[in-house]
């Protein structure tokens, strides 16, 4: 299957945690990758593989996965990271990526 | 640092045709694989084509195969993406993005900036 279902928004107060989810039958094969995307800009990678962050990624970004369901979880959510949130998997064959459609994130 | 600089966008009629280009830098560009991605305005992201990095190894979205062909020089440290039969619905930013994969793991560690194609008349 190649579909990755995302909640379209999520709303985090200051400092809170949130968790932005990702489900799709890829992902109990496959792990999530995770991209942020602020208006105007390229999305950035934030969480790879099991839980993996580049550098430069700050630590309050965390990755997780359950069966079917990949997570991005924010821990202390501040208010740069109101973005876009997109997660990407590849479908059974390997060879076709796709992308969820992504959660917007709001910051209160 | 890695760098990737997308040009050659615009505004092409539909049913004509447009070179999308991306120059690498900051990395070895032969020994990883290159995808494009694009992004109707106000839309998600849609992967687009991926290249192997030796170059023998294609792969095409179903909504643009048969009218966009990815190729890549590395000699130039440079993809491209030669779009024809344009249509509306093609009209996004393009990025390219370096293609990580290795058994369990799927991702793009970086991209461009992004170029922008508008199909219309």
């Known amino acids: 299957s190649s579909e990755l279902t995302q909640d379209p928004a999520v709303s985090v107060a200051l400092g809170q945690t949130v968790r932005i989810t990702c489900q799709g039958d890829?992902?109990?094969?496959?792990?999530a990758s995770w991209y942020q995307q602020k208006p105007g800009q390229a999305p950035v990678l934030v969480i790879y593989g099991k839980n993996n962050r580049p550098s430069g990624i700050p630590d309050r970004f965390s990755g997780s996965s359950s069966g079917n369901t990949a997570s991005l979880t924010i821990t202390g959510a501040q208010a740069e990271d109101e973005a876009d949130y997109y997660c990407?998997?590849?479908?059974?064959?390997?060879?076709?990526?796709?992308f969820g459609g992504g959660t917007k994130l709001t910051v209160l | 640092q890695v760098q990737l600089v997308e040009s050659g966008g615009g505004l092409v009629k539909p049913g004509g045709s447009l070179r999308l280009s991306c120059a690498a830098s900051?990395?070895?560009?032969?020994?990883?694989?290159m995808s494009w991605i694009r992004q109707a305005p106000g839309k998600g992201l849609e992967w687009v084509s991926y290249?192997?990095?030796?170059?023998?190894?294609?792969y095409y979205a179903d909504s643009v195969k048969g009218r966009f062909t990815i190729s890549r020089d590395n000699a130039k440290n440079s993809l491209y993406l030669q779009m024809n039969s344009l249509r509306a619905e093609d009209t996004a930013v393009y990025y390219c993005?370096?293609?990580?994969?290795?058994?369990?793991?799927?991702?793009?560690?970086?991209w461009g900036q992004g170029t922008l194609v508008t199909v219309s008349s």
């Open positions: 900051g990395f070895t560009f032969s020994d990883y694989y």
């Open positions: 990407n998997s590849r479908d059974s064959s390997g060879n076709h990526p796709f």
């Open positions: 890829s992902l109990r094969s496959y792990y």
């Open positions: 993005a370096r293609d990580r994969r290795w058994l369990q793991l799927y991702y793009f560690d970086y």
């Open positions: 290249i192997s990095s030796s170059g023998s190894t294609i």
